[in-house]
C-alpha cells in the first residue's frame, strides 16, 4: 500500500470526506457502543439515549454500507435484527476507545482551562 499523498486535492477529498462519516456524534457512539458486543436495535436505542429511530437507523445503514457494521436478522415474529462490528468496525473502535478514556481522563482539567479562560475573557 503507497503512503498518501496529503498534496493530491482527491486524496485530501477522499480522506476529509471519510472522517466527516466516521468522526460525526452518532457514529463514534453506536461505534463504542458496538464494541461491547452485538446488540439489537433497540437496546442500542436504549444505550445511546437521545437519538432518534430515524437516526439511528440511518447511521446504521451507513456504517453497514460502509463495511464496519454487519446487520443480521433473525426469523421470528417480529423479526429480530442485530448489529456488530466487523472487523474493520472493531480496528476503528479501538482509537474511539482510545479517545473515549482521553476524553474521561482530561474531562476535569478540560472543564477547568474553559473556566479560567472564560474568566480571563470577562476580565478584559
Given at each position: 500500500?503507497?503512503?498518501?499523498?496529503?498534496?493530491?486535492?482527491?486524496?485530501?477529498?477522499?480522506?476529509?470526506?471519510?472522517?466527516?462519516?466516521?468522526?460525526?456524534?452518532?457514529t463514534?457512539?453506536?461505534?463504542?457502543a458496538?464494541?461491547?458486543?452485538?446488540?439489537?436495535?433497540?437496546?442500542?436505542?436504549r444505550?445511546?439515549?437521545?437519538?432518534?429511530?430515524?437516526?439511528?437507523?440511518?447511521?446504521?445503514?451507513?456504517?453497514?454500507?460502509?463495511?464496519?457494521?454487519?446487520?443480521?436478522?433473525?426469523?421470528s415474529?417480529?423479526?429480530?435484527?442485530?448489529?456488530?462490528?466487523?472487523g474493520?468496525?472493531?480496528?476503528?473502535?479501538?482509537?474511539?476507545?482510545?479517545?473515549?478514556?482521553w476524553?474521561?481522563?482530561?474531562?476535569?482539567?478540560?472543564d477547568?482551562?474553559?473556566?479560567?479562560?472564560?474568566?480571563?475573557?470577562?476580565?478584559?
Amino acid at each position: 500500500m503507497k503512503p498518501y499523498d496529503m498534496q493530491d486535492t482527491g486524496t485530501c477529498q477522499r480522506i476529509s470526506a471519510m472522517l466527516s462519516r466516521i468522526g460525526d456524534k452518532w457514529t463514534l457512539l453506536i461505534v463504542r457502543a458496538l464494541g461491547q458486543g452485538p446488540m439489537r436495535f433497540s437496546a442500542l436505542k436504549r444505550e445511546l439515549g437521545s437519538i432518534s429511530q430515524k437516526m439511528l437507523t440511518l447511521t446504521l445503514r451507513n456504517l453497514e454500507r460502509d463495511g464496519f457494521v454487519t446487520r443480521t436478522v433473525t426469523p421470528s415474529t417480529p423479526p429480530q435484527v442485530e448489529y456488530a462490528l466487523t472487523g474493520m468496525g472493531y480496528d476503528l473502535f479501538r482509537p474511539i476507545a482510545a479517545l473515549a478514556e482521553w476524553t474521561w481522563a482530561n474531562a476535569d482539567a478540560i472543564d477547568a482551562a474553559r473556566a479560567d479562560y472564560d474568566a480571563r475573557q470577562r476580565a478584559a
